[in-house]
């Protein structure tokens, strides 16, 4: 992403910064509480403890967001239950 904000043009972020670039990968808001329950239930993006820090790795989010888009659609009604 070449419009990044310089706090997250790196490799590790925090989960706040974690949570801000997903808003920026994805375009969609993401709460540091909606990380928190992903890392307790799953379907988060992959996390590593460093200690008691949890940091995310860049790569691993941007797989994680690219696995959750959907084909594009001209319609709702294209939309499968």
């Not at 509480?33 to 200690?51: E, N, Q, S, Y």
């Not at 959907?70 to 239950?81: H, L, Q, Y």
């Amino acid at each position: 992403m070449e419009d990044l904000p310089p706090h997250l043009n790196r490799k590790w972020f925090r989960p706040e910064q974690a949570a801000e670039y997903i808003e920026h990968a994805t375009g969609v808001p993401c709460a540091l509480a909606t990380l928190a329950t992903w890392r307790c239930r799953g379907g988060g993006p992959a996390f590593h403890k460093v200690g008691r820090a949890v940091t995310y790795h860049r790569a691993e989010i941007d797989i994680w967001a690219a696995a959750r888009v959907g084909a594009p659609m001209n319609s709702t009604s294209e939309v499968r239950p």
